[in-house]
Nanobody
Framework: QVQLVESGGGLVQTGGSLRLSCAAS????????MGWFRQAPGKERDFVAA????????RYAVSVTGRFTISRDNAKNTVYLQMDSLKPEDTAVYYC?????????????????WGQGTQVTVSS
């Protein structure tokens, strides 16, 4: 089991940027796939981005492709989500998650460990 703690959320204006971080502890971080998901009020939790254990492979939701970048630093047991050109529709609680299913997955049910979430609000 991996313990995950997100940080970096906040309030930003349309077009602005934020970088989310997710610190992991527990089992070997470098052997798990990491992902970011988000849930807006009244909506289901959606996939945002995922990165393989090595960092060589990434996947993005269509809605964030070209604006968001996922990365990881295995030496620091941390995964990041750089969010640029933010839009009001990006407003949500963002969760990081870890999966032992590899080399890369995007389905929420494949992720067994979840953080508590961090709020991102984009004002228009």
């Amino acid at each position: 089991q991996v313990q995950l703690v997100e940080s970096g959320g906040g309030l930003v204006q349309t077009g602005g940027s934020l970088r989310l971080s997710c610190a992991a502890s527990g089992r070997t971080f470098s052997s798990v796939v990491m992902g970011w998901f988000r849930q807006a009020p009244g909506k289901e939790r959606d996939f945002v981005a995922a990165i393989s254990w090595s960092g060589n492979s990434t996947r993005y939701a269509v809605s964030v492709t070209g604006r968001f970048t996922i990365s990881r630093d295995n030496a620091k047991n941390t995964v990041y989500l750089q969010m640029d050109s933010l839009k009001p529709e990006d407003t949500a609680v963002y969760y990081c998650a870890a999966s032992s299913v590899g080399p890369i997955v995007t389905t929420g049910s494949a992720f067994g460990s979840w953080g508590q979430g961090t709020q991102v609000t984009v004002s228009s």
